[in-house]
């Protein structure tokens, strides 16, 4: 079967549509002077938006613009997908998923429904975590720490130095001198 995509998976990855229905909105609503320099304000989850951009994205997301623009739509259904890491149950995730998913399949965005594609082959994974409420950011966190090293020095002659500098990176050693 081969190895799975789910390994690294994130929103700014996986909805890498946002620019485009950015782009979009900048077409069909030239008449919209909040849009330009949004770039950045959709990647925030709600609660993570800065005060500066907390107006703007207001405005965006209001009630009458939401249904003209595609990015505000895409933001919406991706804000509205985070709530299922705050379901205390399976059952409520289950019904939470059959909710978002019916929402993003009727979105009319291509990227959003390629998401919610996705998703949807990796659901059982995705359900697994609150069975056992166990992620493996762990892992990842170690594998993007081992990468850095691995980058900063450019490649290593052998594996044994690639195991020091590991070790030295990893280890937790305490250099400092011994006072006495």
């Known amino acids: ?15 890498s549509g946002l620019p485009g229905c950015r782009r979009y909105s900048l077409l069909k609503f030239n008449s919209v002077r909040d849009i330009p320099g949004t770039k950045y304000v959709w990647s925030y ?14 405005r965006l997301t209001a009630h009458g613009m939401m249904r003209k623009l ?4 895409a933001w ?11 379901c205390r149950s399976r059952v409520a ?8 998913y019916g929402w993003a399949i009727r979105s009319r965005l ?4 390629q998401v919610a594609t996705m998703l949807k082959a990796h659901l059982p994974g995705v359900l697994a975590y609150f069975r056992h409420r166990v992620t493996n ?18 490649g290593f002659r052998s594996r044994e130095h690639f195991k020091t500098a590991i070790f030295f990176h990893c280890g937790g050693l ?3 001198p011994a006072t006495h």
């Open 174 to 176: 305490d250099l400092y």
């Open 93 to 100: 995730a289950e019904h939470h998923w059959r909710w978002w």
């Open 45 to 58: 989850g709600e609660e993570n938006v800065p005060d500066k951009h907390r107006d703007r994205l207001a």
């Open 110 to 113: 291509s990227h959003v429904k």
């Open 76 to 86: 919406s259904i991706k804000e509205s997908l985070r709530d299922l890491w705050k």
């Open 1 to 15: 079967m081969g190895r799975s995509r789910w390994t690294g998976w994130s929103w700014q990855t996986r909805f």
């Open 137 to 154: 950011a762990a892992s990842e966190g170690l594998n993007a720490k081992l990468q850095r090293i691995k980058s900063m020095a450019y």
């Open 70 to 73: 595609k990015t505000t739509r």
